[in-house]
């Protein structure tokens, strides 16, 4: 049981290059979340999913796309990256039944 | 809009003592309230996970409490020891007309323990 992990664990990007993060949970969780962390800002959510095949924005989902066609893989999608989208990328599951998250190790990802 | 204030933003103590970490927030119709800890390069562990309904929480040395009327919740370390190292993050649940969704975090406490 490995939990929630991340691919790739580190990243380096040139303004407007695209790039999506992957994460993958094997505990059959219903819920799946994307955060951002900054510097004193604290951690951000981007995306959620309530379910495979469904995602909602969240608090700044501004440049950024999601995907959730298998239950167990949550993508995160740049399209076209910007200085301003450096950070650590978080990914969290959850069941429908419990409101504890599990979080992967997270990326770091640097746009230059 | 939900706002969540640690403080203080950073703590030192000796081994051995007991401490409080402290977390309000503006909104006080929360669903529920947890804490975390997160240790350098890695990801979130989950402490505690207090429901709106309940006043308290506790695992091992650690006890969390929630004061919804007043917006404040409080962590409380007992026999505080180097492995306690960490920052410390609070968060709430958002509660959208689907369900219980995302978490609003503080921005933590970064704690050491001196031995």
């Known amino acids: 049981n490995a939990g929630v992990t991340q691919t790739p664990k580190f990243r380096v990007l040139k303004t407007g290059q695209s790039m999506t993060l992957l994460c993958a949970q094997d505990m059959n969780h219903e819920y799946m979340y994307w955060y951002r962390q900054d510097p004193g800002m604290g951690l951000r959510l981007i995306h959620y999913?309530?379910?495979?095949?469904?995602?909602a924005k969240g608090e700044v989902p501004d440049g950024y796309n999601v995907s959730r066609l298998k239950k167990q893989n949550f993508l995160l999608g740049l399209e076209s990256a910007a200085p301003s989208q450096t950070s650590v990328y978080f990914c969290a599951s959850r069941r429908t039944t419990t409101d504890t998250q599990y979080f992967g190790p997270g990326t770091r990802l640097t746009v230059l | 809009k939900q706002e969540v204030t640690q403080i203080p933003a950073a703590l030192s103590v000796p081994e051995g003592e007991n401490l409080v970490l402290n977390c309000s927030f503006t909104d006080s119709a929360i669903y529920n309230l947890q804490w975390f800890r997160q240790d350098p390069g890695k990801g979130l562990t989950s402490l505690l996970l207090i429901q709106s309904s309940q006043r308290e929480q506790t695992s091992g040395r650690l006890n969390a409490s929630l004061d919804k009327s007043s917006g404040r919740s409080t962590l409380y370390i007992a026999a505080s020891q180097p492995g306690d190292s960490a920052t410390y993050l609070c968060?709430?649940?958002?509660?959208?007309?689907?369900?219980?969704?995302?978490?609003?975090f503080g921005k933590g406490t970064h704690l050491i323990i001196q031995p």
């Open positions: 999913s309530v379910g495979e095949g469904t995602t």
């Open positions: 968060a709430l649940v958002l509660y959208s007309g689907g369900g219980a969704d995302g978490l609003t």
